[in-house]
């Protein structure tokens, strides 16, 4: 079976969502990190509710270890994730913390199909780095310190976390169940966060724009955006649908440019090139089992009815 266009376009449209944050972040860099970013998954929780019972999605409650896969969720992908990359930028270019998500497929294309109990996929293995490197012509390279690195390699393990850690519990709980329980859970966490290190006065300081931005990241870039991308791993695995985090860069680049950026250079244009040739090369075939199918037999013949004997009279 082919992985089917309906399968990976969910995906790649969640990371072009992905790709339009970059530039909506930058309004809230002045804005509390924690207090803001609670009020964002907080109203993702609220829309991610009502559109469940309007689509009469039935939303599972965790049970026994599926508590720690999803706090595991909010945790790193989304709480420590904003704290690296807001923490990273004062000490690197922003296209040094862009630049290690982008290598996120490697590490999805090797852990992903293990948590799936199946090989990796040698197709998605050698067209995962051909994904980075595009990306990273796209984002560029920048100036950095030690510090930089450390929240860089901190933003790409949470990043990975994010997928990898959805993948025990999407059989059970869906799309639905994983984003919903997420995204309650890093609420909490966030608010926690925001009344032990930022003034409660913090959120009134915010303006109209930078609620405009954290109403878009939570309508489009969490609630639509979580909702496709699991959508994609759970029917593609986690390895082949890492290829697609390849997208976000190039949207990025693409709405920097249309929001008056410029036009890209030439290593943007190549690193394009060469992304859309990795996820080709990785994405087309068929499609990796997830386990092992039925066996096949070879139907047996059935034995034909033979017709009745004409019983001849006995012999006097």
Do not use: K
Request: contains cysteine.
């Amino acid at each position: 079976m082919n992985t089917s266009l309906r399968d990976l376009a969910p995906g790649a449209l969640g990371m072009v969502l992905v790709g339009s944050s970059v530039g909506v972040s930058r309004s809230l860099v002045h804005a509390p990190l924690f207090a803001t970013q609670a009020v964002r998954y907080a109203a993702a929780t609220l829309l991610l509710l009502a559109l469940a019972r309007a689509a009469r999605v039935r939303i599972l409650r965790p049970r026994g270890r599926e508590w720690l896969w999803l706090g595991g969720i909010a945790a790193t992908g989304l709480v420590l994730f904003n704290v690296a990359v807001v923490r990273g930028v004062a000490h690197a270019e922003p296209a040094v913390i862009a630049v290690a998500v982008a290598s996120v497929p490697v590490l999805l294309g090797v852990i992903g199909p293990l948590l799936e109990r199946r090989s990796p996929s040698r197709r998605v293995l050698l067209a995962a780095p051909v994904v980075v490197a595009g990306a990273v012509l796209v984002e560029g390279t920048g100036r950095t310190d030690p510090a930089g690195v450390a929240w860089a390699a901190l933003a790409l393990a949470c990043e990975a976390a994010f997928t990898l850690l959805a993948v025990p519990v999407l059989q059970r709980h869906g799309p639905w169940g994983v984003s919903m329980h997420a995204v309650w859970m890093g609420t909490l966490m966030l608010g926690v966060l925001s009344l032990c290190t930022e003034p409660p006065s913090g959120l009134a300081a915010v303006g109209p724009a930078q609620w405009a931005a954290a109403g878009y990241l939570a309508v489009m870039v969490t609630a639509v955006a979580f909702l496709l991308w699991y959508r994609t791993v759970a029917a593609v695995g986690a390895g082949r649908a890492g290829l697609l985090t390849g997208v976000a860069p190039l949207a990025a680049a693409a709405i920097g440019a249309l929001c008056g950026g410029g036009v890209p250079g030439p290593p943007v244009w190549l690193g394009l090139v060469i992304v859309v040739g990795g996820l080709a090369a990785g994405l087309r075939g068929p499609r990796p089992a997830s386990g092992p199918g039925p066996v096949r037999t070879r139907p047996q013949p059935q034995p034909q009815p033979q017709p009745p004997r004409e019983r001849t009279p006995a012999s006097p």
